[in-house]
Nanobody, 123 residues
Framework: QVQLVESGGGLVQAGDSLRLSCAAS????????MAWFRQAPGKERDFVAA????????FYADSVKGRFTISRDNAKNTVYLQMNSLKPEDTAVYYC????????????????WGQGTQVTVSS
């Protein structure tokens, strides 16, 4: 059974940094795509970043390029999202996902999801 658990969210000020973690179990982590999405109140779930384990390819949404970095520690079955220069518009619940069954950047392309962790950025 695949389980994903996010952690590391919190309340920060604009310009600050956070590192989110997602611990995975129940699958072959090293060859699995891992992705981060976020959902703000009243909005759809949007793509943030993804790391394809088999090809080592990295993808970022335009809104976070240059500020966020996705990385993974295969030995720990954990994927990270380092978020720098945070802005109020980054406020959202952040979710990790795996089990890619479609497009890398679409929420519908993933089978397994964590419960999410809240990130709030004050101005």
């Amino acid at each position: 059974q695949v389980q994903l658990v996010e952690s590391g969210g919190g309340l920060v000020q604009a310009g600050d940094s956070l590192r989110l973690s997602c611990a995975a179990s129940g699958r072959t982590f090293s060859i699995s795509t891992m992705a981060w999405f976020r959902q703000a109140p009243g909005k759809e779930r949007d793509f943030v970043a993804a790391s394809r384990g088999s090809s080592t390819t990295i993808f970022y949404a335009d809104s976070v390029k240059g500020r966020f970095t996705i990385s993974r520690d295969n030995a720990k079955n954990t994927v990270y999202l380092q978020m720098n220069s945070l802005k109020p518009e980054d406020t959202a619940v952040y979710y990790c996902a795996t089990g890619r069954i479609g497009s890398t950047s679409d929420a519908s392309g993933y089978k397994y999801w964590g419960q999410g962790t809240q990130v709030t950025v004050s101005s």
